[in-house]
């Protein structure tokens, strides 16, 4: 199993551990699209995304 690291503070995460899962996908017209995979505490969480619009 991997080990999990959070994104903003670099903390790990137990296996039972709550996280947020973010999947950032930089899409290219060329088709060549990177997909990355971010997890955060879901406090880190909130603190990064405090001033976001919300998804309509
Ligand atoms: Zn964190």
């Not at 947020?20 to 971010?38: F, G, S, T, W």
Request: hydrophobic share 30%.
């Amino acid at each position: 199993m991997t080990t999990l690291y959070c994104a903003i503070c670099a903390g790990r995460f137990e296996p039972d551990q709550d996280h947020v899962k973010l999947d950032a996908e930089h899409v290219r017209i060329d088709d060549r699209n990177d997909q990355e995979m971010y997890v955060l505490h879901p406090e880190c969480y909130r603190r990064l995304t405090g001033g976001w619009m919300e998804p309509a």
